[in-house]
């Protein structure tokens, strides 16, 4: 099995900053690509960003390009959200993932392993 835990979030101004890591630790060999998903109350949960297994590709979702960096360290079993730019819309719980794959997923359904979340608001 894998764990995967999150922390680096909490209430930060509008513009701001924050930087999201994702610690996974167990059965780690068996992780590929990463993602982070974010859910704010009363929507649905959608894809940030990802990863695949050695950082070479990556996914942005529209409505964060630009503001966020997704990277990874192998090494340190660690996935991180660089978050710049910050915006109230941005509110969420922000969740990791890992697939077994190597690339990114095409479905949120084929990530295998989730963190709890880390909730990061942003004031106006």
């Known amino acids: 099995q894998v764990q995967l835990v999150e922390s680096g979030g909490g209430l930060v101004q509008a513009g701001g900053s924050l930087r999201l890591s994702c610690a996974a630790s167990?059965?780690?060999?068996?992780?590929?690509?990463m993602g982070w998903f974010r859910q704010a109350p009363g929507k649905e949960r959608e894809l940030v960003a990802a990863?695949?297994?050695?950082?070479?590709?990556?996914y942005y979702a529209a409505s964060i390009q630009g503001r966020f960096t997704i990277s990874r360290d192998n090494a340190k079993n660690t996935l991180y959200l660089e978050m710049t730019s910050l915006k109230p819309e941005d509110t969420a719980v922000y969740s990791c993932?890992?697939?077994?794959?190597?690339?990114?997923?095409?479905?949120?359904?084929?990530?295998?392993?989730w963190g709890q979340g880390t909730q990061v608001t942003v004031s106006s």
């Open positions: 990863i695949d297994l050695y950082g070479r590709s990556s």
């Open positions: 167990g059965r780690t060999i068996s992780i590929g690509a």
């Open positions: 993932a890992a697939a077994r794959s190597f690339n990114v997923p095409d479905s949120p359904t084929m990530y295998t392993y």
